[in-house]
């Protein structure tokens, strides 16, 4: 009786490290590596065949997307905005459903005017109807900036071709993805493959699974995030090495070194990713 077990006790397994002996991925969080990778973005050049690097960024609401824009922005200004963290849309904390249905594009002029991100605010899975058709045609470079995507179905428009798209999901949401969600990607993946143009996967909110921003210095080296982000991954079938990781800014008013490092880093991966597509063109 009581609580004690009937068979033998048994040794019980050792809990594994927290952290593993060697990150898997090697990334420098010095002034140096910071300050290269601000140069890195700088002095970015498209193929000659492109006359601006454009990245398309694809997800669900609340996934992250204007916060991402928002905080490399901020980074890449930061000289200009004293490092304070710039607010170029209003976002509201929380909200669920967003008002804007078009295709806009953010430069990152004056840093460097030949890289164009595109946000899609209000392009939704299940609430955008003839999705993956819109999509197709805006990756195809045939949607004009600013387009309602109301009205894109309707005529052929000229725009700027995509050279890669980047799927944001927040590591909230990696235990329980949509099905509906799941599918939807691997349809637009399924496309990206037909075309050629490379995927990204970035992975946000970060800082859900640290205890301060600090830590996310050993980001890489966590045996738990490491473990979440390989099921996402499979989940999504992406390789690791396509998976990109940051935490957005969310509350702060200055920029960080750390989450910048992190951020810029994503961004020079995208641009990295763009160049041999850009080059087949
Ligand atoms: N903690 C945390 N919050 C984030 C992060 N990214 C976005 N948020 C917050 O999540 C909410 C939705 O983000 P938003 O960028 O508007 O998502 P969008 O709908 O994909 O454009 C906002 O309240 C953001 O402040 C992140 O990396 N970490
Ligand atoms: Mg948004």
Known sequence: MGGSPS??????EPEPEPFLPNPWREVEFSDDAYMKLQEEI???QPHPKASTTNILILGNVGSGKSSFLNSVCSELRREELNGRVQNIQAVRPGAQTSVTQHLRSHTM?????????FDTAGFELGKTVNASIILKKIIDGEVAEGSKFDDILKSKME????????????IYNAENLDPALIQFYEQVIGMLTETGVPCQLLVTFIDKLVEKTEDLKDLYRRRDIKQKIEMLAKKM?????NVLVVSNYFEEMKINQIKGTLLLEAVAQMLTAAKPFQERM
């Open 42 to 44: 700088k002095n970015h």
């Open 109 to 117: 002029e004056p840093f460097n005017d030949k890289i164009k991100i």
């Open 237 to 241: 079938r992406f390789s690791m090495s």
């Open 159 to 170: 725009g700027d071709k995509i050279h890669c798209v980047v799927l944001v999901i927040s």
């Open 7 to 12: 068979s033998e006790p048994s040794e019980p």
